[in-house]
């Protein structure tokens, strides 16, 4: 027996895990590692599952390729061959564009993801670049790109330090947190009003972290923004503001607010306007207050505004870049000032015209791409831990298109309901035989603080790391060849970031020689020689070797003020009110007098569930883990439904059994997204199938400046249904 400890990799809590590993390698346990310090022993269901995910005899070990409907293992060398001949072969004949590539969302946590994401892309060459952000945060990047000038200035809520916390839109109790790593949330909410604060949450359902506040009020489904400018309007009537950092456009602010009074609000979202009047002057006059939202105002119409104006609250009530309010983590790793000043729609799809932004094309219009012929048409894709079929919105039109394609490839351990369109799949090894180190979550910590965990297993012989597959595909892009050898890709790549780092005023290694601090940089893979370099350049002088040292992670201390070193506007102020905002507070002032429709669709997260890969995991799913239809039990009884409910848009319709609820708001039905597994090879998830929510989301509705996928807020029918397969209806 031997113990490891690791970062949990499954989702945004980056908890300390504790294995216990027999002698052969197999997990006998996972727990908690009490000496974390930022998690502090907390584990929960999926993070205690790992091993029996990573042992799931349904995962692929060797690399596969279709020929025709039959698979066939494959060696490595015949797969890359094959990638290259596919891959260039469209090149050659269509040009660059017609490769699309989709980095999904492990790829955020990986660091084989992290790391060669952005050079494969590059090396493709093409504008068709997409990724899980657009169908996710990329409103928040875009909001704090035009507040800020950095669209990676995002703050989280000082959770253990706040006396006042408002959530909308998140449910961390269930999620554990998002863009914010903060272990045990449920404990850290429970904490808080121990100490006397209180906790507001506002969700068109009633969800466990609303039962962990002090007040839930329902929202309408995608109208948040009306709900904040109520907020805003209030603060600013009332003269209730405290603007602590500088600020330009207040006058600006002022006008646009006008409209949105709290009475001309509430019958739009359903919050009442004594309630919004009063949440404002909480806000107000709380010691110290924090507005957090995440995936539910994201993934809704006016996605961006709303993530303006929750930071436009933040700063107008004082409680942006203080403690107890929103603040920026200072992370061990350097952060390069891309992005910076914050520029977006440098070019635009080529279909529907939706801006670039961070380098990236909407998910929504991918469809687009793959169908709509001439030139730059996509005829080949490379996808990297991801299923769209399951994951976009109209998913199942992307499904047949994607089978279409002259060639696809994808990096995935799991023949899903994507991969299994591919014609060559390359499986990643296990999760514990890769170095772990959460670049990206580790800039969103609620304190600062670092871990590195070093791979628990070997990789078998030939058997290449997730880093060298990704290398390979990007050389073999570059047109290097099958043959080429990953290393040279690492060594180019520490090239540039330390010519990078040692050019950045501040450095602590400003002006000296790369190449020698290439020769003092230790790691055992390109990643970790990355990830060496990029803590040397960090500010906190760390390195690998200290974060071997501390098996259990190092605690950085609390969170400082450091909206200064975020800042990259041009004048150096936050701008209140960026005019790219205007044409969407127009149409929102619109919508006031639209009248909402009848019922819409959202969606919701499960404890026990990742987005679309642990259904075949036999001990998270079944029990309350269910694709079930929320309903409230009075639209239950008006559309006279039974156990099923056929649910249609204008995109397709499923069958789906029927939950009622008094936790949802009437006039509003949920269904989670990420199933929809009937017919799958990987076993357990087919036998508790589910339905693909995205079979009802609209890939021709986004957010318009952002282009995000909008998935709650779905217009719907509901009607009575036949369990499907019983023969009637
Ligand atoms: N209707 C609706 N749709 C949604 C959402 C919603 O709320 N409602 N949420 C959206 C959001 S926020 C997101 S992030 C997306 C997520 O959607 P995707 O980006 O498609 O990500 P996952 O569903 O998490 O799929 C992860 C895939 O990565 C593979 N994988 C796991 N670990 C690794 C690894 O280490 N390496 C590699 N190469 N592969 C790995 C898994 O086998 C799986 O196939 O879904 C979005 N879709
Ligand atoms: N257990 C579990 N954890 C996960 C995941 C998972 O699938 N399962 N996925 C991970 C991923 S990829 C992400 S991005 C994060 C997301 O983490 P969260 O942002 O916390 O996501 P959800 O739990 O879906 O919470 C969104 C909430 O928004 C509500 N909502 C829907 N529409 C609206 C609206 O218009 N207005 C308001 N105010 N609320 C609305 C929903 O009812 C839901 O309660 O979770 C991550 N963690
Ligand atoms: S909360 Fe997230 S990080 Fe923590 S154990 Fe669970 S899945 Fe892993
Ligand atoms: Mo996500």
Known sequence: MRTAYRTCPICDAVCGLRLTLEGNGKVRSVKGD?????????????????????????????????????????????????VERGLMGVVEAHGRDAVATYFGNPTFHTMGGI????????????RNVYSASTIDQIPKHVACGLLFGNALAISVPDVDRTDHLFILGANPAESHGSL?????????????????????????????????????????????????????????????????????????????AAAFTPRAVAPVCGVPAEAIMRLARELAAAPTAAVYTRVGT?????????????????ILTGNLDRPGGVMFTKPATVELPM???????????????????????????LVDELETPGEGQVRAMVTVAGNLVLSAPNGPRLGRALQDLEFMVCVDPYLNETTRLAHVVLPPPRTLQMPHYDLLLLTVTVRNYTRFSPPVLPLEAGQPSE?????????????????????????LMLGELLTAGTQMPGSPVMGRDPGELRAELEGDSGPELLLDAMLRLGPYGLSLADLRANPHGIDLGPLEPRLEEMLGTDSGRV????????????????????????????????????????????TLVGGSNRCTLHVNPADVAELGLGNHARVRSATGEVVAPVEATEAIMPGVVSLPHGWGHAGSVQRVAAAHAGVNANTLTDDSVVDPLSGNAVFNGVPVTVAPAAEPGSGDG
């Open 180 to 256: 914010f790593a903060a272990p045990d949330l449920p404990g850290r909410l429970r904490a808080l009003r121990r100490r006397g604060g209180k906790i507001v949450v506002a969700d068109p359902r009633r969800t466990r972290t609303a039962e962990l506040a002090d007040e839930h009020l329902f929202v309408r489904p995608g109208t948040d923004a009306c709900l904040l400018f109520g907020i805003v309007h209030t603060l600013l009537a009332e003269n209730l503001t405290a603007v602590k950092v500088e600020v330009e456009g207040l006058q600006e602010l002022t006008r646009l």
């Open 575 to 618: 701008r209140l009110a960026p005019p790219e905002l205007t044409s969407e507070i127009t149409r929102l002032r619109e919508r006031l007098d639209a009248p909402p429709a009848d019922m819409v669709l959202i969606g919701r997260r499960q404890l026990r569930s990742n987005n679309s890969w642990l259904h075949n995991v036999p």
């Open 339 to 365: 992005g910076r000043p914050f520029a977006m729609g440098r070019w635009h799809s080529r279909v529907r015209g939706l801006p670039e932004v961070l380098g990236e094309l909407p998910v929504a219009t």
């Open 467 to 491: 880093a060298e597959i990704m290398a390979k595909l990007a050389l073999i892009a570059a047109g290097k060849g099958a043959q080429a050898d990953p290393a040279d890709l690492d060594e």
């Open 34 to 82: 009490s000496d974390d310090p930022l998690s502090h022993g907390y584990i929960c269901p999926k993070g205690a599952s790992l091993g029996v995910l990573d042992e799931d005899p349904d995962r692929l070990r060797v690399p596969m390729i279709r020929e025709g409907d039959r698979w066939r293992e494959a060696g490595w060398e015949e797969a890359f061959e094959t």
């Open 298 to 314: 994201c993934t809704a119409d006016f996605g961006t505004v709303t993530q303006w104006l929750v930071d436009v609250i933040n």
């Open 115 to 126: 790391f060669y994401r952005g050079p494969l892309a590059q090396a493709l060459g093409t």
